[in-house]
Nanobody
Framework: QVQLVESGGGLVQPGGSLRLSCAASGRIFSIDTMGWHRQAPGKERELVATITGGGIANYADSVKGRFIISRDNAKNMVYLQMHSMKPEDTAVYYC????????????WGQGTQVTVSS
């Protein structure tokens, strides 16, 4: 099992930027696909972005062109750089390490709150 700890959340104005970090530990990390998910109040958790061990990224349509997922395998870190943020980006953001390709079977961090408001 892998342990995940997110950091970097906070309050940002619309149009602003924020970077989230996820520190992973516990087992081999470099070959694993990692992901960021988010859950807004009253809504289901949704996938934001994923990145393979080789660095291939995929994004939800709602964040494509604004968010960038990256990783540093040497440091066992995953990042989510968020630009041009909107109020609808407000949510708790979770780092995820899927198991057998299924996020729900994998490991989750505790989450970090991101609020986009003026």
């Amino acid at each position: 099992q892998v342990q995940l700890v997110e950091s970097g959340g906070g309050l940002v104005q619309p149009g602003g930027s924020l970077r989230l970090s996820c520190a992973a530990s516990g087992r081999i990390f470099s070959i694993d696909t990692m992901g960021w998910h988010r859950q807004a109040p009253g809504k289901e958790r949704e996938l934001v972005a994923t990145i393979t061990g080789g660095g291939i990224a995929n994004y939800a349509d709602s964040v494509k062109g604004r968010f960038i997922i990256s990783r540093d395998n040497a440091k066992n870190m995953v990042y989510l750089q968020m630009h041009s943020m909107k109020p609808e980006d407000t949510a708790v953001y979770y780092c995820n390490a899927p198991k057998y390709g299924f996020p729900s079977l994998g490991s989750w961090g505790q989450g970090t709150q991101v609020t986009v408001s003026s």
